[in-house]
């Protein structure tokens, strides 16, 4: 492969520690660093969002686009993403990153039919091939795009028109087609327009039954070429749509067992989207693990005072630390990785500005992740915890566990040697203070 110019003036970033007072270098995330026998870019398997950093152009729904890129200029499509791509890949490099992820069209342009679409993706991912064969960067996941073109308008497995249906089949075909080409580890599910504007117009429970065969059919298709990948679901509330199916984490469970499907998915939890749902990031994270099916993380953040997916870079150590708690006590991600699904601000339109952006990201993760590693080696919160619990751990409240005991017996113990529970505090100040000795002494 010829070499290609340099795209970006800076830098590959380099680890300078925590009293670094260069702000293009990393602080805490030191790929190299060995921990428990492995570098910290093999523990964290951080990865870059081609959607956010390369297609992202700051456009919202009052202004065109700020950020150019002086890549994107010519007149064909193909030749354009193709040096994107170049780029796309020396960013990679230089933020130190192992792993991206991408939708189909995000990489490739869509063509007047499918054939040609199909066509313009082969080109770029024979592209993207050769690009990670060179920069040893690997594919996190991939994913379809099913919610930008218009035919996709009334959703894609969804859609009242069996028509779209095939044609979103068509187009998952060949995104888990190249996905397993370019060696993805993961395939990701978001059902941007999978849900309803109104059910006025709607059958939610056909669209429901759609959506899970169309879910049984990547599975069976998956198996019949023998991609190995892990499917993920991307839990979602709402936006695009008023209402999306797979709402949160809980309501995602709920779905695959419904369906049979539970043994084929885990989740691809986004802290924003669980904050659109109510929830915290943390307690998607849980409800996943409690379930053995946390899968992977798109890393970003929301905004509080605003309703809808800012897709913010995250530097809130404190939310991060918690994650990482229940991330490392549930053992991990497996094949998944932390994916800055984050883009830039309108007006952060420099080239440096990505740098920053995600330096700052994988900082507070490398950060949270030592906290998190320091916090469960403690065990202080552990060991509350298993005390809290412990009146299961023996007796009766060992056989209501074990199902052992009923109503019956349990009301016998009570009326009898056990009578009025004595209350025990909760002790949440104390522990929101011992939490602080961590993130602030
Ligand atoms: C949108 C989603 C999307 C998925 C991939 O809110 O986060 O970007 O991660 O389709
Ligand atoms: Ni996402
Ligand atoms: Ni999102």
């Keep these: 492969?010829?070499?290609?110019?340099?795209?970006?003036?800076?830098?590959t970033i380099a680890?300078?520690?925590?009293?670094?007072?260069?702000?293009?270098?990393?602080?805490?995330y030191n790929p190299d660093e060995l921990i428990d026998g492995k570098t910290m870019s093999a523990h964290m398997r951080f990865s870059i969002a081609y959607w956010h950093s390369f297609r992202g152009t700051g456009s919202d729904p009052f202004g065109p686009g700020t950020i150019l890129r002086p890549w994107e200029k010519g007149t064909d499509a193909v030749?354009?993403?193709?040096?994107?791509?170049?780029?796309?890949?020396?960013?990679?490099?230089?933020?130190?990153?192992?792993?991206?992820?991408?939708?189909d069209r995000d990489i490739a342009?869509?063509?007047?039919?499918?054939?040609?679409?199909?066509?313009n993706l082969d080109a770029i991912v024979a592209h993207a091939k050769d690009l990670q064969k060179a920069t040893g960067v690997k594919l996190l996941w991939g994913t379809a795009n099913l919610f930008s073109n218009p035919r996709f308008m009334c959703g894609a497995s969804t859609n009242p028109d069996a028509h779209v249906f095939a044609y979103a089949a068509a187009q998952v075909k060949q995104a888990i087609d190249v996905t397993k080409l370019l060696g993805g580890e993961n395939y990701v599910f978001w059902g941007g327009r999978e849900g309803y504007e109104t059910l006025l117009n709607t059958n939610l429970k056909r669209e429901q039954d759609h959506l899970a065969a169309f879910l049984h059919m990547a599975v069976d298709y998956a198996k019949s070429i023998g991609f190995k990948g892990q499917f993920l679901i991307e839990p979602k509330p709402k936006e695009p749509t008023k209402h999306q199916y797979d709402f949160d984490v809980a309501s995602g469970i709920a779905f695959l067992r419904t369906y049979g499907l539970e043994s084929h998915f885990k989740f691809n939890i986004e802290t924003n989207h669980a904050t659109l749902a109510g929830h915290t990031f943390q307690h998607e994270i849980e409800v996943a693990a409690a379930q053995n099916m946390l899968g992977s993380i798109d890393a970003n953040a929301g905004?509080?005072?605003?309703?809808?997916?800012?897709?913010?870079f995250n530097t809130d150590v404190k939310e991060l630390t918690l994650?990482?708690?229940?991330?490392?006590?549930?053992?991990?991600?497996?094949?998944?990785?932390?994916?800055?699904?984050a883009k830039l601000r309108r007006p952060s339109i420099d080239a440096d500005d990505l740098f920053h952006a995600h330096i700052g990201g994988m900082d507070a993760y490398a950060l949270a992740f030592k906290l998190a590693r320091k916090i469960l080696a403690d065990g202080k919160f552990e060991s509350f915890v298993?005390?809290?619990?412990?009146?299961?751990?023996?007796?009766?409240?060992?056989?209501?566990?074990?199902?052992?005991?009923?109503?019956?017996?349990?009301?016998?113990?009570?009326?009898?040697?056990?009578?009025?529970?004595?209350?025990?505090?909760?002790?949440?100040?104390?522990?929101?203070?011992?939490?602080?000795?961590?993130?602030?002494?």
């Design 15 to 28: 680890y300078e520690g925590p009293g670094a007072t260069n702000a293009l270098a990393f602080r805490h």
């Design 109 to 119: 342009p869509e063509g007047s039919t499918l054939a040609q679409s199909n066509k």
């Design 303 to 312: 905004d509080l005072l605003l309703g809808w997916d800012t897709d913010q």
């Design 386 to 441: 298993a005390d809290r619990y412990a009146s299961f751990d023996t007796g009766f409240g060992q056989d209501i566990e074990q199902r052992r005991i009923g109503f019956k017996e349990l009301n016998k113990l009570v009326l009898g040697k056990l009578g009025e529970p004595k209350p025990k505090s909760g002790k949440q100040e104390y522990l929101e203070n011992l939490l602080n000795t961590y993130l602030h002494d």
């Design 1 to 11: 492969m010829k070499k290609t110019r340099s795209h970006w003036s800076v830098p």
């Design 79 to 103: 030749s354009i993403a193709k040096v994107r791509m170049d780029a796309a890949f020396e960013f990679f490099q230089k933020i130190r990153a192992p792993f991206w992820c991408f939708h």
């Design 323 to 341: 994650a990482m708690t229940s991330i490392l006590r549930a053992g991990g991600l497996g094949s998944g990785g932390f994916n800055f699904d």
